[in-house]
């Protein structure tokens, strides 16, 4: 089945400062989404970017399906944007809703 | 529009008892999928239900079961339980192969 592997791990930084969170996968797909997970545990949906870019104020993100990689960006941080970001893929026709999770980004951003 | 709710959200169980989530999916929804979140192997799929049949499923024993009615509102349970069951249970719905929408979660702790 599809793999999905995230860089960095964990990843620190600066109030005020951009970030670029990496997602890999192993094969083409027809699903990538982007999740934000609350400290209560709930995933909040980001982007749902099989292809293409999108862009939500300081949030954006980019899928290059051919060469099987999505990138998050974030700009300007703020504290609130601390937590764990997951990447997460689906393929196949028989496996589209078979939706397969990287270990995430643990993003902690420092006033 | 109403999100996905998951009942109940906090649960303690005994080694070996039995139990039951579950999930009332986004109205119109027909596909609701389980996933368990735990520290050490992160989110992984447990199963996929559409329609009332299950389309995928997941590298679980056979203690993980699950079921969906004819509202879509679907069921999982896990008997014999043990320890390494504590986990958060996330349950997720989607049209057809489209975008996944989280419910909040169910925290079961095994003691």
């Known amino acids: 089945g599809i793999q999905v592997e995230q860089s960095p791990p964990d990843l620190i930084l600066q109030e005020g400062a951009n970030s670029t969170l990496r997602c890999n996968f192993s094969?083409?797909?027809?699903?990538l989404q982007w999740f934000h997970q609350n400290p209560w545990g709930q995933l909040i949906n980001l982007f749902y970017?099989?292809?293409g870019t999108k862009q939500n104020g300081r949030l954006s993100a980019t899928t290059v399906a051919t060469e099987r990689y999505s990138l998050l960006y974030i700009s300007s941080s703020q504290t609130t944007d601390s937590g764990v970001y997951f990447c997460?893929?689906?393929?196949?026709?028989?496996?589209?809703?078979?939706?397969?999770f990287g270990s995430g980004t643990r993003l902690s951003i420092r006033p | 529009k109403a999100g996905v709710t998951q009942t109940p959200r906090y649960l303690i169980k005994t080694r070996g008892q039995q139990v039951t989530l579950s999930c009332s999916p986004i109205?119109?929804?027909?596909?609701v999928s389980w996933y368990q979140q735990t520290p050490g192997q992160g989110l992984q799929f447990l199963f996929e239900?559409?329609?009332?049949?299950?389309?995928n499923k997941g590298n679980f024993p056979g203690r993980f079961s699950g079921r969906q009615f004819s509202n879509s509102r679907s069921e999982m349970n896990v008997s014999t339980l043990e320890l390494g069951d504590s986990a958060l249970y996330l349950c997720?719905?989607?049209?057809?192969?489209?975008?996944?929408?989280f419910g909040q979660g169910t925290r079961l702790t095994v003691v």
């Open positions: 970017i099989p292809s």
């Open positions: 997460a893929a689906a393929g196949g026709y028989s496996s589209a809703s078979k939706i397969i």
């Open positions: 997720a719905s989607s049209l057809q192969n489209t975008e996944a929408f």
């Open positions: 239900y559409f329609s009332e049949t299950q389309r």
């Open positions: 094969d083409s797909v027809n699903n």
């Open positions: 109205s119109g929804h027909r596909s």
